[in-house]
Structure formats: C-alpha cells, structure tokens
C-alpha cells in the first residue's frame, strides 16, 4: 500500500462521517436541519467542517499500520499518540468526532493492514489491535471511562476489544433495510436505530443515566419494530423520538460513531482516486 492509498483510506473514513452527518432526522443528534434557524442546536456546517481535519491524522494512521504491518502492541502505541495530535488539531477545527475518531481510527488502521479484506476481517484486525493497551496514554481517566466504571458499561474501548459488535449489527441492519426496498437514507437511518436500541451509550448514560438510556433503546426499538424508518408509523414514531430527545437534550453520540464506523466499512475495499464528498466513488462494496 502507498502513501496515496493511506489518503484514500482516511478519506473513504471522512466521507462515511460525513455521511453520517448528512443523515436525517436523527434524534438527538445534529443534522442538515440545524443550518441556520435552530440556533439553540449544534452547529451542523462546523461539525461537517471539523470531520475534514480528520484525514491527515487518519491516513498517518493507515500509513503506521501499513509499516508495522502486524497488529502489534507498537501499533497500538502509535495509534494512540497520532490519535491525541489528532484531536488538537480537530479541536481547532471546530471540535467534536472524538468518537468517531476512535472509532475509525482503528478501523482506518485495520483496514491498512489488509487492503483487500472485507468488513468482518477488518473489524477481527481492529479487535487485535485494541486488544493492546496503549503504553503512553494519559494516565488521567476520560469521562467515558469514568461512566464505564461507574455502571459497568463496555464503553468505546469494550466495543473496540469485542471486534465492534454494534458496527456489524449496523452492517446487518443497512443489509436488511436495503432489501426489504428501503431507500439509502432509511437504511442508514435505521442502521443508526438498531445500534441506538441495544447500545450502552455512556454519553447517554452520563447526561440521562440508566433510566434515560432504557428509555432511548425502548423508542429506537419502538421504532424499528413498526417495520423502520420506511413505513409510515416508523417515520412518525422517529420524529417523535427526535422531538422528545432534543426537548431532555439527549445525545446518543456514541452510536452516531459507531454509525459512520459501519458506512466506512461498509465502503470497502476502497481504490485509489474515490471521490468523497462529491458522492461518486470506484469503491466495490464489501460483501
């Protein structure tokens, strides 16, 4: 793999973000409808800006991987110090994506090692490498780690060490969605809902504990047993859930990530000179 196929990578990433970003309504969440007359409401067009500041540090990502070549401790460690200039750089971007950057980050990487693997053997790569503990992370706990051990969730890192389960569950939904007929939006939409149903999301659980995010993964479940997003009573059913989310300013940001992890794999094997942004791209999807 080349220097141009790292790029092509990280950009295949920035794009399954922004294709998360792009999706609408998704509750709780930002979305195209916050440009300009909800002000009380995330900034949409910074977070699209900020994901771009992304790719530099994704593609050194790519390229670490690429060098080491194994799914090694010393990759484990590299990753974590590109990840945390990364982030500054994001941050005087706009902020925002640390989820998803951890996210894809390992993803970007697994993905590196195995150009021509498909999503299931990326995600078995990713699980190798977080496997490992990064030897000079800050020793200081995160916030997310806080609320792991405080309620025994499995947090962003359990989910990376378990080989992202809810990314495949995304996986399996988009599959599904696709061939009951939805359309893209509905599958993604969906996709989205069945992580939100099951998923330990401790961004919720820090602003609504425990019964707030039983109450989330009850309405995304709701949702999806009317049949999705796709039938009428499923988009009635997820306007309502929007509406009441964004009234108790809940976010379930951890499966927002997890969404644009499962579009990223969902876009390989990659080749070089895809377009992103533009929406045409040479990729072949995954089987």
Known sequence: MSSREDETLAQAAVTALTGQLALAPKPGLPDPRDLGARTTRVDHSALRWSAKALAPGLAAMAAAARRTGEPTSQLRTELGAIGRCTEHSVGLAGGGHRGALWALGLLVAA???????????????????????????????????SISAKYGAAGARGEARAGFPHVRRALDALAAARSAGADENEARLDALLAVMSTLQDTELLYTAGPIGLR???????????????????GREALHALDADLHARAWSPRGSAGLLAGALFLDSLPVTVGSKSDTGSSSRVRAA
């Open 111 to 145: 993905a590196a090692l195995d150009p021509h693997a498909g999503a299931k053997d990326v995600a078995a790569a990713a699980k190798r490498i977080a496997a490992h503990p990064d030897r000079r992370a800050p020793r200081r706990p995160s916030r997310g780690s």
């Open 215 to 233: 109450h989330v993964q009850a309405g995304a479940r709701g949702i999806l047993d009317t049949g999705g997003t796709a039938t009428e009573a």
